[in-house]
């Protein structure tokens, strides 16, 4: 499919049906604060745009790994020879989940294929860089859009080294929770493993960015 003048429109999801669209999109000065879509200008007679918007959504703070940001997007018809004829015509989508694997943000550069069909059940779970099979991909699954994701978060470090610190106090006190509540007379999981891989990531810290480390020194403190 080709498309020429083309906009990209862009929902924050919590599932997969049409109703999951958050409405966390930040709206532009002459529209309401929040909607359920973000949207770019639409460039004219290019096959090949390039973008220079900023879309914002604000992040909701129970983010699990079916939030992903799904963008379309459509050919918009100037010259409609018929007024029954739709003025945005479907050109393809893609997506990419808010979280890796690991929990933590996704950022930065990113770039990624675009279906020209709906994905099947649970392709939140992926982002649309897996080769999900019977889905048809826009030139043979060449990842033909790219964007950055520049998250600004007091939750979310977006600092791999601290990062991991958080994520192992998160499960030494996991581990400690378990030990209590263990009846007097089962034995406890040995927590040798857990404790050689606290100090070595105690130890990295200093390697992480410092305007980060700063900015989270009362959680780290904590």
Same mark, same amino acid.
């Given at each position: 499919? #080709?498309? !020429? $003048?083309?906009?990209?429109?862009?929902?924050?999801?919590?599932?997969?049906?049409?109703?999951?669209?958050?409405?966390?999109?930040?709206?532009?000065? #002459? !529209?309401?604060?929040?909607?359920?879509?973000?949207?770019?200008?639409?460039?004219?007679?290019?096959?090949?745009?390039?973008?220079?918007?900023?879309?914002?959504?604000?992040?909701?703070?129970? @983010?699990?790994?079916?939030?992903?940001?799904? /963008?379309?997007?459509?050919?918009?018809?100037?010259?409609?020879?018929?007024? #029954?004829?739709?003025?945005?015509? /479907?050109?393809?989508?893609?997506?990419?989940?808010?979280?890796?694997?690991?929990?933590?943000?996704?950022?930065?550069?990113?770039?990624?294929?675009?279906?020209?069909?709906?994905?099947?059940? $649970?392709?939140?779970?992926?982002?649309?860089?897996?080769?999900?099979?019977?889905?048809?991909?826009?030139?043979?699954?060449?990842?033909? /859009?790219?964007?950055?994701?520049?998250?600004?978060?007091?939750?979310?470090?977006?600092?791999?080294?601290?990062?991991? /610190? @958080?994520?192992?106090?998160?499960?030494?006190?996991?581990?400690?929770?378990?030990?209590?509540?263990?009846?007097?007379?089962?034995?406890?999981?040995?927590?040798?493993?857990?404790?050689?891989?606290?100090?070595?990531?105690?130890?990295?810290?200093?390697?992480?960015?410092?305007?980060?480390?700063?900015?989270? @020194?009362?959680?780290?403190?904590?």
């Amino acid at each position: 499919k #080709s498309g !020429r $003048n083309i906009v990209i429109k862009a929902m924050l999801m919590c599932g997969e049906q049409p109703s999951c669209a958050l409405p966390l999109a930040f709206g532009k000065s #002459s !529209r309401p604060e929040f909607a359920r879509e973000a949207a770019t200008v639409i460039t004219y007679h290019n096959k090949v745009p390039e973008y220079y918007d900023e879309l914002k959504f604000r992040l909701p703070s129970n @983010l699990g790994h079916k939030h992903h940001l799904y /963008f379309t997007f459509y050919h918009i018809s100037c010259n409609r020879k018929q007024e #029954s004829a739709p003025v945005e015509l /479907f050109i393809g989508l893609t997506w990419i989940p808010l979280l890796n694997k690991d929990g933590s943000l996704v950022h930065g550069n990113i770039d990624l294929p675009v279906a020209l069909e709906t994905p099947p059940p $649970n392709y939140s779970l992926l982002p649309a860089s897996a080769n999900l099979p019977s889905v048809k991909w826009l030139d043979n699954h060449k990842p033909v /859009f790219s964007l950055r994701l520049s998250p600004v978060s007091t939750v979310h470090p977006l600092d791999t080294k601290i990062e991991s /610190f @958080l994520s192992i106090c998160d499960e030494t006190l996991r581990e400690a929770r378990l030990k209590f509540s263990l009846p007097y007379q089962q034995e406890a999981p040995d927590d040798s493993l857990l404790e050689s891989e606290l100090k070595r990531i105690v130890v990295s810290l200093p390697e992480a960015d410092t305007q980060t480390l700063v900015h989270f @020194l009362p959680l780290l403190f904590d």
